[in-house]
Nanobody, 116 residues
């Protein structure tokens, strides 16, 4: 069982920045994928960014060029640097760690609110 804990959310003005952190209870070195998802009120959870085991990184179009996902295997941490934030980025952001394509572990989420 992998424990996942997110932190770093908060309230920020349009154009501001936040850095989300995700702490895993075990090693993330050999995970199939690590990623960040978000869910806005009334909407489905969507992928924001992920890193696959081979190093491939994907971003959803709406955050391309503004967000950066990274991982620190030595510290078992995953980060999401969010710059140039927009009100439409307001959502609960979740860290996801996948040991296989079918085995996923989620954190409790951290709220990001961007005021206009």
């Amino acid at each position: 069982q992998v424990q996942v804990v997110e932190s770093g959310g908060g309230l920020v003005q349009t154009g501001g920045s936040l850095r989300l952190s995700c702490a895993a209870s075990g090693s993330i070195f050999s995970l199939y994928a690590v990623g960040w998802y978000r869910q806005a009120p009334g909407k489905e959870r969507e992928l924001v960014a992920d890193i696959l085991s081979g190093g491939k990184i994907d971003y959803t179009d709406s955050v391309q060029g503004r967000f950066t996902i990274s991982r620190d295997n030595a510290k078992n941490m995953v980060y999401l640097q969010m710059n140039a934030l927009k009100p439409e980025d307001t959502a609960v952001h979740y860290c996801n760690l996948a040991t296989t394509p079918l085995d996923n572990y989620w954190g409790q989420g951290t709220q990001v609110t961007v005021s206009s």
